[in-house]
């Protein structure tokens, strides 16, 4: 109980501070993304790896264990993922309990290649809280198109079975299958959902938008979008590459941004109230974001105030359950699809965009 309190009083802070557009805050992130590895076996156009080379390593244990105790007081969320594949991380499962040990719960994310049965059944003794499986295309086209080197027929297997395996056991790990509609899979949606809604075991169906640069160079955020300030500079998910340096946000890495900080020399209040975070957070509450190269050209949503203090007064995990019917919402016009939106290029691009969508079993 007292744990809980813990974090409610850190969100506490940050809403306040949030609230009051300040630079500098007494609490620490809510969410982190944490990149134990930055190796992968696929060759996918659409991922950042392709302009910024990785190499072959895993985050250092000490690394990721002072970036553990330095957050397991405030942090609720730690999304195990970057670009590298987790489970090419030997370590992931020890990872994994370490943040449960820590009071966190853990996310990831995986392309599927290495979900076989052993380590299905692995991941489902584990206390991991949420599994996203990437599966873009509901065609063998456009799943290979997008994913190099994976087999769309052997991918679809390890994830058909594993979320049966889940269904039979009765795990409450929390599966989702996403697909990022793209140019080549945008007209496989429909069929998307229908195969995976047969599928037991699956809790949530999500078609969301490309959000990288490399497949969308023209789209950025208007200078109308800085109405408000970057939830993430006040509320985290902060990034952190598996050499500990950390970035306001993984778009600010895929952008070339320079980091905040590195985790495993500066403490986290350190690198939260760095000089660099202090300044975007100046430059967000007047409104000149867009004077920040990266923000600039962003293209990641900025929610609506609202949507912004809801995520800072509910836990981590009540924000979550809540988020698929804030999108469905947002979806079905109840509520101003801009709070939700992301940017687009202009024109007919613009109008061909959807919003980022979650639809449940």
Not at 78 to 97: H, N, Q, S, T
Not at 213 to 226: I, T
Not at 274 to 290: I, Y
Request: glycine residues 8%; hydrophobic residues 40%.
């Amino acid at each position: 109980m007292g744990a809980f309190f813990t974090r409610a009083a850190n969100r506490a802070r940050l809403l306040w501070g949030y609230l009051r557009g300040a630079e500098t805050l007494s609490g620490l992130p809510v969410e982190y993304i944490v990149e134990t590895t930055a190796k992968c076996n696929l060759y996918c156009p659409m991922c950042p790896r392709e302009t910024h080379k990785q190499p072959k390593e895993d985050m250092p244990d000490e690394v990721f264990s002072r970036l553990v105790e330095g957050a397991g007081r405030s942090a609720e969320h730690m999304m195990l993922i970057g670009l590298g594949e987790p489970l090419l991380d030997a370590k992931i499962f020890d990872r994994i309990v370490s943040c449960e040990t820590h009071g966190i719960s853990s996310l990831i994310s995986t392309n599927g290649v290495l979900l076989d049965e052993e380590t299905s059944a692995k991941m489902l003794e584990s206390p991991l809280a949420h599994i996203t499986l990437s599966f873009d295309g509901a065609s063998r086209d456009s799943y290979e198109y997008y994913r190099k080197g994976a087999s769309f027929t052997r991918v679809r297997d390890n994830f058909v079975r594993f979320a049966r395996m889940k269904h039979e056991r009765g795990a409450k790990l929390q599966v989702v299958v996403q697909m990022v509609r793209m140019e080549k899979n945008a007209g496989e949606v429909d069929e998307f959902v229908r195969f995976w809604r047969a599928v037991p075991g699956i809790d949530q169906i999500r078609i969301k938008e490309d959000e990288t640069n490399l497949l969308q160079p023209a789209a950025a955020h208007e200078a109308s979008d800085w109405a408000h300030p970057c939830h993430y500079l006040w509320r985290g998910p902060m990034y952190v590459k598996h050499d500990g340096a950390v970035y306001p946000c993984c778009q600010s890495y895929m952008l070339d941004g320079l980091p905040v900080g590195y985790a495993g020399r500066q403490s986290l209040d350190e690198i939260w109230n760095s000089d660099a975070m202090r300044n975007m957070r100046r430059l967000h509450v007047a409104g000149r974001a867009g004077e920040i190269g990266v923000c600039s050209r962003c293209l990641t949503t900025i929610p609506h105030p609202l949507l912004v203090a809801g995520s800072l007064i509910f836990h981590g995990k009540t924000v979550r359950r809540l988020l698929p019917a804030v999108e469905r919402l947002a979806y079905f016009s109840r509520l101003p699809g801009r709070w939700l939106r992301p940017p687009a290029p202009s024109g007919a691009a613009a109008e061909a965009r959807e919003l980022v969508q979650i639809r449940k079993q």
